[in-house]
């Protein structure tokens, strides 16, 4: 039963956000049972993330569009799955709707992740639609997988290993910024806000190597360097000079973009650590695959810390947000 | 990084939800990184599903205390798997937090969902915390598992069937009105409220039987089985008389009790219809486990309409709320 107001065609609602064509064979039971049912492939091990947006919190009706809401709190959990070296597979959405919001803007929210999950093969299987007095709510859980023993985890950082980044950073932090304050526009770095692109095909590549730790950039790239450095107990040093920035974004500055790749996060790209021999054939393998990867760094022995090093200094990076109206959040 | 007002000590807030003791060996990642990663076991299919229980919605801060309002929510998704006849086996959880709710509360939520999860050998894999300016929202995804080609779905009803009912129904609602209106208090019906018991045995019974088509009882009697009855593309006919009610319903009288039973929902006990050849052995398996199973009326040839027989009269069944401040929802 639909006592949520903002649906008025329950059977039209339904029909419009059930995935077209035919169910995946592995899809043994989808949308519109008590449960959905999966069966898992042979040697695969299955990988499990969820990620909450909060109107107001993590975007407002003035930076997302509906479509964009959808597209996005998708992509970021389809980055974590990446964040393993894994490939999206199914996704189930909790929405928490206020009556302000239409029927027509649900279904754009759908309709949002649909064209997402299609270009990375991923299928909607369930999900809760629930009323609020409070503002919108979008969790998105995923489930993805992964050859058995393959999964990359951000706790195998060692001494020695070069750090790396995969596209640019920044952008996405640029890109609400300009939203919120600039009069003239910038269609990529908005796009890199509104639209971020989950990076599986380099997830995929990455977990071909045989031992990288691996992060996706969430939280801005200081957070995610200090949660390697921590979970794998080393130190980081991170080369200001060489962290990627795009040209867009160097408009602003040098010392502004350095502290949106730093600080702004929803970047959706990856940070991670590989044996220094192994750097070359990463990079080999990323250019053959027409992805950008820049080395930023190098891990060292240590307790944690990750520094930035700047001309011939040194200084020690904290965890901060930078947000304008993020409250910030916390991901177990 | 946390800058959820209400958690002040972020490494003390982790520890204290972190589930104790060994991970499970089918646990290969859990709780810390970007990602869960799980494998499955052989012949063994996934379940999945989730659920959103939002504050002034489906409980208020007078109704049901933070330890509650978590094992509800997790209850409500082992009562789904336990309506595909699967045994939960994970589950992440978002919490969306206003800043009203303390560092203790939020910690007394994941307690009441681990004492819940315990009793079903089901663990805490993943999640996300998040702030909020609005209600207080809880998500959670539960991951089961059952044998290959086990599942028990609401469309496998068939014209000829009986129809049963575990335990009994509509105590969750009268524990509600007590809540709500009356100064005496009932304890059973009350728990039967705040600390519902999901029905993962008697679903696991029931995957033993050839052909069982089942729902997990949310929305109460009447919706549920108007869900089963169009999914099999049947009419049910349910028996007033038979219906299982608690002497502690019927010290409210009989019409009421009734009430409640149809429409008030959240008993989470499992609805289905069996072929009449396997009632007995399904009874006699029951009995031996101890579980309550209630013959409750039969399946008809039809066009998924259920219809409710008191006396010699038929009434047809529509699906509708009930509760108090409940807006509703809607499982996909």
Chains 1, 2 share one sequence.
Not at 209 to 219: E, G, K, P, Q, Y
Request: net charge negative.
């Amino acid at each position: 039963v639909v006592f949520i107001m903002s649906i008025h065609d329950e059977f039209e609602f339904i029909k419009q956000i059930t995935p077209k064509g035919r169910l995946k064979p592995d899809i043994l039971v989808g949308i519109g049972d008590d449960a959905a049912v999966i069966r898992p492939f042979e040697q695969t091990d299955i990988i499990a993330c969820t990620d909450t947006m909060v109107e107001d919190v993590h975007f407002t009706r003035k930076t997302m569009n509906p479509y964009q809401v959808g597209y996005k709190a998708l992509a970021a959990n389809i980055s974590d799955v990446a964040a393993m070296g894994g490939k999206s597979s199914y996704y189930l959405v909790s929405l928490v709707v206020p009556s302000n919001w239409s029927q027509q803007e649900l279904i754009e929210i759908y309709k949002g992740m649909e064209d997402l999950a299609n270009q990375h093969d991923t299928v909607l299987i369930g999900g809760d639609t629930v009323s609020t007095k409070g503002p919108l709510v979008v969790t998105v859980t995923v489930l993805g997988r992964i050859k058995s023993n393959k999964n990359l985890k951000r706790s195998d950082a060692v001494p020695g290993d070069l750090v790396f980044i995969t596209g640019t950073v920044g952008d996405s932090a640029a890109g609400l910024h300009i939203l919120l304050y600039e009069k003239d526009s910038n269609t990529y770095l908005i796009n890199r806000h509104q639209l971020p692109s989950p990076q599986t095909e380099a997830g995929l590549l990455l977990s071909s190597f045989d031992r990288v730790a691996l992060n996706d950039i969430s939280d801005g790239v200081a957070s995610e360097a200090i949660e390697i450095a921590e979970a794998s107990n080393v130190d980081i040093e991170l080369n200001e000079s060489m962290l990627p920035l795009s040209k867009d974004i160097l408009a602003f500055g040098r010392d502004q973009a350095i502290k949106w790749a730093l600080y702004g996060g929803e970047d959706y790209q990856l940070i991670g650590t590989v044996p220094t021999e192994n750097w070359d054939e990463l990079e080999r393998v990323f250019i053959k695959n027409r992805i950008r990867v820049t080395r930023v760094g190098e891990v060292h022995k240590g307790t944690g810390k990750v520094y930035l090093k700047k001309e011939e200094s040194l200084f020690e990076l904290k965890k901060q947000g930078y947000n304008h109206f993020k409250n910030g959040d916390r991901n177990e």
